[in-house]
């Protein structure tokens, strides 16, 4: 599995950006896909997750009600749209995949998922 994240770059405070994932390998029909950062200084933390199907979601709290996670089976691709970007959101983003289906709501650490893309910067300034 590769996973092939992009979207990031440097923004203002209140702006938006959308980051991509391009997923390879597999038939990803049973995958929960996710997405994290990392911050300097700080460990890698969870922003959002989705079931393939698209049909459950789940967000930390700080994003909820400004990032949306989706995905498009044709692209093989997940999204997270990042609305009202706030300074504190800067950091390296990594989207994530986890073979086998597990409730959302679980699979919020690290530890769930199999596979990891590279990251990709998110700089918002004040």
């Known amino acids: 599995v590769q996973l092939q994240a992009s979207g990031g770059g440097l923004v203002q405070a209140g702006d938006s950006l959308r980051l991509s994932c391009v997923a390879s390998?597999?038939?990803?029909?049973?995958?929960?896909m996710g997405w994290f950062r990392q911050a300097p200084g700080k460990e890698r933390e969870f922003v959002a997750n989705i079931g393939w199907s698209g049909r459950s979601t789940y967000y930390t709290d700080s994003v909820k009600g400004r990032f949306t996670i989706s995905t498009d089976s044709a692209k093989n691709t997940v999204y997270l749209q990042m609305n009202s970007l706030k300074p504190e959101d800067t950091a390296v983003y990594y989207c994530a995949a986890r073979s086998g289906r597990l409730d959302v709501a679980v699979a919020t650490t690290t530890r769930w998922y199999n596979y990891w893309g590279q990251g990709t910067l998110v700089t918002v300034s004040s």
């Open positions: 390998g597999r038939t990803f029909s049973n995958y929960v």
